[in-house]
C-alpha cells in the first residue's frame, strides 16, 4: 500500500473527470487494514457531482487585440461541456500568442453557477508593450 500513489491516483481520475465536466469529483477512499495477512482492502465511492457545461467566457485585461482573435485561441466554447483539459490548452496557446505575459491557471477564475451546473471562466491576461 502506497499512500503517495493513491493520492496521485485520485488526482489523475480528478483530471480525467474534470475532462467530461465533471468539476466537483470526490472520490472517497474506504480502508480496511489486515494487519495479520499484510493486506489492505479498499473501496473508493465516487461523488462525481453533476455535469458542468460553460455559461460565459470573459476576458480581463484586454484592450488592444480584438476579442475575436483571442477567442478562437480558446477551443473551450460556451454552451459545451466543461474540459479541463482544453482550459489548460487554451491558456498555452493564449500565450503563444505573444500579445500577452505568460497566462498561468491562476490568472483563470472559474466561478460555479449557484443555480445550474455551469461554470462562468474569466481569463486574466496582461498585455505586453509592443
Known sequence: FNESELRQGFRDLQKLYGNFGYVNFLPEPVLDFDEQRKVVNMVVNIDEGSQ?????????????????VIRREIPLKEGEVFNASLLTFSLSRLSQLGFFEEIKFEDVRITPSSSEPKVDIDFKVKEKAR
Do not use: F
Not at 52 to 68: A, C, F, K, M, Q
Open 52 to 68: 458542468y457545461t460553460v455559461n460565459r467566457i470573459s476576458l480581463t485585461g484586454n484592450t488592444t487585440t480584438p476579442d475575436e
